[in-house]
Nanobody, 124 residues
Framework: VQLQAFGGGLVQAGDSLRLSCAASGGTFSRYRTGWFRQAPGKEREFVASIRSPESITVYADFAKGRFTVPRDNAKNPVYLQMNSLKPEDTAVYYC??????????????????WGQGTLVTVSS
């Protein structure tokens, strides 16, 4: 399975950005697509996920109310809509796919496939 995250860039605080995650090379009846991020000098952290085909979403506390994984896009590609961006959202954002939906949704170990990240920089 090949994953590609794209859509990052340089934006100002308060702006919006939509990231996309395109997958190829695999077909699963039930799976989870997750978004993680890693800021300079920090550990990778969970952002959001969506489970297919049920379209069940989970968000990190910092993402609630600002970030959305559109439910009607619980397929390929999967988007991460980010609104009201803050400088602390600056990070490399990764998408990942987990084939066992019973594994921990917020833990990177719960995902089997990872794409190369896309850099999001939010200026103040």
């Amino acid at each position: 399975v090949q994953l590609q995250a794209f859509g990052g860039g340089l934006v100002q605080a308060g702006d919006s950005l939509r990231l996309s995650c395109a997958a190829s090379g695999g077909t699963f009846s039930r799976y989870r697509t997750g978004w993680f991020r890693q800021a300079p000098g920090k550990e990778r952290e969970f952002v959001a996920s969506i489970r297919s085909p049920e379209s069940i979403t989970v968000y990190a506390d910092f993402a609630k109310g600002r970030f959305t994984v559109p439910r009607d896009n619980a397929k390929n590609p999967v988007y991460l809509q980010m609104n009201s961006l803050k400088p602390e959202d600056t990070a490399v954002y990764y998408c990942a796919v987990g084939t066992d939906v019973l594994r921990r949704v917020r833990d990177s170990s719960g995902y089997d496939y990872w794409g190369q990240g896309t850099l999001v920089t939010v200026s103040s």
